[in-house]
């Protein structure tokens, strides 16, 4: 079967933008209209309410897309077939087990306007829909601009897939350059149902291109639901502080800007290390090493304060151990680097 991208031109109603989407399926889409703006970077996350109870009522007045049923090895379903688009009319929410919500959204297909309700699970509506609104957020965020590949996901689902093989490629060059051509939504499959299963995404999905490796799609959100981000200090310090886009893409603007400041940084830095400890030393400081002989403050230049020191003083004179963690030590005699374990 050949895939090729769908585009559906969406009408919008009077006084309202026109929307359209791009589909990674095998088979054109119907053609519908859009609601209110969406002013959200989220798809489908519960929010307050007026009541002060969480739920999705803020989603009323938004047309959605259905995207198939990851728990349902079928794929497809009767009531809600999958690619159609829905105009939310209400939304119920009510309790189910002490810790889970039950939500029933009343919704109209927007292509025959018959009624019909959805029931689900809160914190499992994502999986199943995409927001017009969102989607179009996204488009108009990242469609154009290019990115630099900052990491590589391990993970099954959490990959560039190849947009003709739907397979990850994997082994592909660190900080190769990506121009992103299109934001697009991957349908539920059952033919990737034991890729998808317990998968709390969208099937909202970047479309990157790269001359050597060709088009690839990746998805925008983890596994969990939630847009990638950097959560700790690892993250920070390997990826220059810049978020990482589906997992694993930077803005080359903004990547470029902080390789050039750190850059430039770090040529001040190794002119004053060279005044200070001649050039030999002053390389080896910069790219992180120590050497025996080394004095405490070269270290210092080197690897960084340490967390803790002991310290034992006797007629041979002070000895210091410092602790870095991880079981890393440096040993030193009188002020000088005399053995290192690392």
Known sequence: MIKFLASITLFAIPLLSMAQISIIEDKPEPVKEMSFPYDSLSNMKETKDYDGNYGYRHLIGQTILYC???????YNSP????????????VDVYKGSSLKKYCVFTIENTKTHKESTFESYAFSCNEYWVVLGYYEKLKSMYVGKEFILAHQGRDRNDGLFSLDTDTITRHIEDNSVWKCIDVSVKFRNNKRWQYEVNDHR???????DNPKY????????????????ITNSVYRNTYNGLPLICGKFQDKIAYDRIV???????????????????????????DGYVYLGFSKQMCIEAWGEPNSINKTIGSWG???????????????ENGKLTSIQD
């Open 79 to 90: 009531k809600v077939p999958v690619g159609d688009y829905y105009y939310i009319k209400n």
């Open 214 to 229: 060709g088009k690839h799609y990746c998805y925008v959100e983890d596994q969990f639901g939630s847009h990638f981000s």
């Open 318 to 332: 002070t000895h210091e151990q410092w602790v870095y963690g991880l079981g890393s030590y440096l040993y030193f």
């Open 202 to 208: 969208s099937g909202v999905v970047l479309v990157m």
């Open 68 to 74: 198939g049923d990851p728990w349902n090895y079928s």
């Open 260 to 286: 050039a400041i750190a850059a430039k940084e770090k040529a001040e830095r190794l002119a004053t290390l060279t005044k200070k400890y001649g050039s030999a030393n002053a390389k080896k400081i910069i």
